[in-house]
């Protein structure tokens, strides 16, 4: 399974000849090529996988995905919780 994750456009440039962009991820920003998405323009949300950003999307569905994947963290925290309490073991 891939999973390409939201963040938002916050700087265009070129590097090498490649498009290029910095990408905010709820605070942590990285370096994303742009190749796939060169119409991308800062203060768009784009989805990003391994590095490259493989689609624009609006904000209302960058928030969809952000709630999923909190919930996902929600999930994840909970399963642990049980396994430290010894719940479901047998």
Same mark, same amino acid.
């Given at each position: 399974m891939c999973l390409g994750?939201? &963040?938002k456009l916050i700087e265009v440039y070129e590097h090498?000849? /490649?498009p290029m962009g910095k990408v905010d991820f709820s605070g942590i920003v990285k370096e994303t090529c *742009?190749? +796939?998405?060169?119409?991308?323009?800062?203060?768009? +949300?784009?989805i990003v996988h391994v590095g490259f950003a493989i689609s624009r999307i609006d904000e209302v569905e960058a928030e969809e995905i952000f709630?999923? *994947?909190?919930?996902? &963290?929600?999930?994840?925290? /909970?399963e642990a919780d049980e396994a430290e309490d010894g719940v479901g073991s047998p």
């Open positions: 994750v939201p &963040g090498d000849g /490649l *742009l190749a +796939y998405t060169s119409e991308a323009q800062p203060g768009d +949300y784009v709630s999923y *994947l909190r919930q996902i &963290g929600e999930a994840g925290e /909970l």
